[in-house]
């Protein structure tokens, strides 16, 4: 029997799991029948920094979603930019020396992945990174700089699509260095489908309803869903007021709309002298943040969407969701309708969304799946890692 590898994997926020859950299955697909094979096993450790940590990320959503509990937990928790990168370093050191793996891998573009690489690399440890080659092209956004310090680093550069190569063949990255795996987070949206849309919306409404109203009747027509999150969308009475205005006075006039309630934008909405508006608002349905499942649910229910998050953009195009992502750039440009996607670069001006909205609604679902997202990138992942370490070994 051959020598086994270890692999480090590092999550640093509640999506990463999403992320990473793929590939421990890959990893437990693969550990067993390598005996047969005559191949390597893989001795994999699950690191968790606690950057974000969530009250809501219980037992429950572990299991739903069938992720691992963490091998180990820096409790790093919250703090600036600076101040979460600077202790998950520390830490992360310290996981290093003691356990020695031949390869980190990282996922995504949050503090723990630029943080977690950077410390390998002084530690001369192989960086692997899931998700490598996305850009928007906005330095001020701090997950832009997560990714191009990462990748400047990785080793192994995992990406989603043929643009994202391009990026990487623009910024001199060897091209032996770069594998297109396809979409890890389509993995577990394949994974969880059956088992999402065995929801009901009844049950949904009913589990996460708002300020106690009696969870409305859905006839069979679409609902509108929406998220909405980002700092550039929420934190200004000028941008917030209007888009509250147009989904209030126009979308909700058309039909109901599901907004799942950031917590953020739940504060500010209160400070800014809006929340009555959105909750006097009889066609408007405010939940709680829900799990994944349920937005899954949702999503795949949805006659549009309006959202301000990557991950939702990726899966309207799976689904055939038409979407209006409510931001200026995004680091996700397969999902676009010029590349094929479904989905809409409208910014925040409430004018322009507006514009937006009534070009894009009665427009049926259309699935777009890009190559090699099928559900397979994390076997494909698990495959190129034996691959590259069984060259240097």
Not at 322 to 345: A, D, F, I, Q, Y
Request: proline letters at 6%.
């Amino acid at each position: 029997m051959k020598e086994s590898i270890r692999i480090m994997s590092v999550v640093g926020a509640r999506p990463n799991f999403m992320k990473i859950a793929p590939f421990t299955r890959a990893i437990a697909e693969h550990n067993a029948t390598a005996e047969e094979r005559q191949v390597p096993t893989i001795d994999h450790l699950l690191v968790h920094t606690g950057q974000h940590y969530d009250e809501r990320m219980s037992a429950s959503f572990f299991d739903a979603l069938s992720i691992p509990r963490p091998d180990i937990d820096l409790e790093v928790g919250s703090g600036s930019h600076a101040e979460q990168v600077g202790h998950t370093m520390i830490a992360f050191e310290n996981a290093l020396r003691e356990h020695r793996p031949d390869w980190v891998v990282v996922v995504g573009d949050v503090n723990a992945t630029c943080a977690c690489s950077i410390t390998a690399k002084k530690e001369h440890i192989k960086v692997a990174h899931i998700e490598a080659g996305l850009r928007s092209g906005d330095r001020e956004m701090p997950e832009e700089i997560n990714r191009i310090v990462t990748d400047s680093l990785s080793d192994l550069l995992f990406t989603t699509d043929a643009l994202a190569d391009e990026n990487l063949t623009k910024e001199g990255v060897p091209t032996d260095r770069v594998h297109c795996v396809g979409n890890i987070m389509i993995d577990t949206l394949e994974y969880c489908r059956e088992q999402a849309l065995s929801r009901s919306m009844e049950h949904i409404l009913k589990e996460n309803m708002l300020e106690g109203r009696t969870p409305p009747t859905l006839s069979s027509e679409p609902h509108g869903l929406m998220t909405l999150h980002r700092p550039s969308n929420v934190d200004q009475p000028a941008v917030l007021g209007p888009i509250v205005h147009f989904i209030c006075n126009e979308w909700a006039s058309d039909m109901p709309v599901i907004w799942p309630v950031h917590p953020r934008t739940r504060k500010n909405l209160q400070t800014f002298g809006l929340w009555n508006q959105v909750v006097d608002c009889e066609s408007l349905i405010l939940l709680e943040p829900v799990g994944y499942l349920e937005m899954l649910f949702l999503n795949a229910h949805a006659g549009i969407m309006l959202t301000d998050s990557g991950g939702l953009q990726e899966e309207c195009c799976v689904l055939g969701t038409p979407c209006l992502t409510l931001r200026w750039n995004t680091e996700r440009p397969m999902t676009l309708k010029e590349h094929g996607g479904v989905s809409m670069l409208v910014g925040n001006d409430a004018s322009k969304i507006e514009q937006a909205y009534r070009e894009t609604k009665g427009q049926s679902r259309r699935s777009f799946r890009p190559p090699l997202w099928d559900g397979s990138a994390a076997c494909r992942i698990v495959e190129v890692l034996i691959a590259a370490t069984e060259c240097t070994k």
